[in-house]
DNA sequence: CCCGTTTGCAAACGTATGTTTCAAACATCT
DNA sequence: AGATGTTTGAAACATACGTTTGCAAACGGG
C-alpha cells in the first residue's frame, strides 16, 4: 500500500499535533483532518481519545524499554562496574536511538512526556508507570551502586531534578533554540545540547546535602 | 465584608484549581462554584478566561518581581561581588518571601509555571515575558559575571536546566515527597528539598561544555 | 431621597467537542 | 462469484464549554 496504515496516520498526527499543542487543546477533528482519515476511524481503532492517547506513547515508549533493557543486559553481561557518565551515556543513546536517530522526533516526544506529567491527566500517569515500572527500576538499581557516596534520599531527589532538567529543555527545545543568537554552528545542534545536559546532570547527581 | 471580595475568591478558586488541572481542563464553571460565585462574574469581573488566567499570574508574579528588584537593589547598593551561590539564595528568598514564606502556596505556583510553559498558552507566554522581561534580564545581567568562565552559550542552556530541574522538581512536589518512605525528618521537608536543589543547580550550573 | 453606576444572578445562546450510528465500500476466504 | 467480516464515510447526537443577555439588588454621591 502506498499510504501508510490509517492507524499510523492517525498515530503520526496524533503525536505531532500532541506535541505542539498539548492533548486538551488538540481535537479529534483536528488529528483525523490533518492524517486525512475520517473523524470516526479513531474511535473505530482506539475506542476513545483517552485510548488514542496512550496508544501514541506506547508507540513510542515499547521501543525505548526494549533498548534499554537490551543495552543493560549487555552492560551487566560484561560485568564491569558502570560508573555515573556510562550509565547516562548508555540511557541517552537507548533513547536515541530507539527510533534510528531521529533526534527532531525524539525532541518532540520529550515534550508529551513533560506534558504527560505536568497536565494531569491521572489515567497516562497510572498507565505508565504500571507499564514501564520494571524498566524504570532496573535502571535506578544499577544506578544505585554507580553512586556509593550518595543517600538513598540524595539519589532520589537528584535523578528528580535530572528528569526536570531533561524533560523541560528537552520539551521546551524548539522555543528555547529561538532564543539564542544563531552563531552557533548549524549541525547537529540538538546533539550538542544533549552532550551539554548530560555534563550538567552529571555534575549535579553527584552532589549529596 | 466577612467574605473576600469576589474578585479575590475567583482568583483563589482559579489559582488552586488550574495549579491541580490545568488550564483547559478547568472550566470556568468549576471555579466560579468551588469560588461560590455566580458563573457570569468571571467574564465581567475579568473579560474572558484568558484574562483570568493572566489575572492569576500577575496576582503572584508582582510581589515576587517587586521582592527580586528590591533585593538586587540592596545587593548592589553593597557594591560586593556576588557569587552563583548568593545569587541563587537571593532568588530562593525573594521567591519564597513574596507571599509570606507560604511555601504550600508557592510550590503549587510553580506548577502554573511549569503549565504555562508546556501548554502553549502562546498568550500567556507572550503576555508574561513582555511584563517580566525586564526583571529577568536583570537577573541574569547579574548571574553573568558571577560565572566569568562560561560563554554566553553555556550559560543560556545551564539556566535552562536549572529552571527545568527546578519548575519540575517544585511543581511535582507533591507526587514526589509521597514516593519517599516517611523516615526523614517531618520537619520543613520542603525547606530541605530546596536546599537540595540548590546545591544541584550550583553544580550544574557552573560546567562548561 | 433619588438616580446613575456597579455588582450579582438565572437563563439562554452559539459553538466545538467526543462519540455513535448505519449504510456503503472494501477485502478476504471458500 | 458470492458470502462474510472489516474498514471507511457522512451525518447526527448529546454534552460541555465560554460567553452574552436581561433584569434585580445593592451601593454611593448629589
Redesign the pocket.
Known amino acids: 500500500?502506498a499510504q501508510k496504515?490509517?492507524?499510523d496516520r492517525i498515530l503520526d498526527a496524533a503525536e505531532a499535533l500532541f506535541a505542539e499543542r498539548g492533548?486538551?487543546?488538540?481535537?479529534?477533528?483536528?488529528?483525523t483532518s490533518t492524517a486525512?482519515?475520517?473523524?470516526?476511524?479513531?474511535?473505530?481503532?482506539?475506542?476513545?481519545?483517552?485510548?488514542?492517547i496512550q496508544a501514541v506513547f506506547v508507540r513510542f515508549l515499547e521501543p525505548l524499554a526494549d533498548s534499554l533493557t537490551l543495552r543493560l543486559d549487555d552492560a551487566e553481561a560484561e560485568a564491569k562496574e558502570l560508573s555515573l557518565d556510562d550509565l547516562l551515556v548508555l540511557l541517552s543513546k537507548a533513547i536515541l536511538s530507539a527510533h534510528g536517530d531521529d533526534v527532531t522526533r525524539t525532541a518532540s516526544f520529550m515534550r508529551l512526556l513533560g506534558l504527560a506529567y505536568t497536565q494531569s491527566q491521572g489515567h497516562l500517569r497510572d498507565y505508565l508507570s504500571e507499564r514501564y515500572g520494571r524498566v524504570s527500576k532496573r535502571y535506578l538499581d544499577v544506578l544505585r551502586p554507580a553512586c556509593p557516596e550518595l543517600s538513598d534520599t540524595d539519589l532520589f531527589w537528584n535523578t528528580h531534578f535530572a528528569l526536570g532538567a531533561a524533560v523541560f529543555s528537552l520539551s521546551n527545545y524548539g522555543a528555547l533554540e529561538a532564543m539564542l543568537s544563531d552563531d552557533s554552528g548549524e549541525e547537529s545542534k540538538v546533539q550538542n545540547v544533549i552532550r551539554r545536559l548530560l555534563a550538567f546532570i552529571s555534575a549535579g547527581v553527584k552532589i549529596s546535602l
Chains 1, 2 share one sequence.
Open positions: 500500500m496504515d490509517t492507524v492533548f486538551a487543546e488538540t481535537s479529534l477533528r483536528t488529528i486525512n482519515v475520517n473523524l470516526a476511524a479513531v474511535n473505530y481503532h482506539f475506542g476513545s481519545k483517552k485510548a488514542l
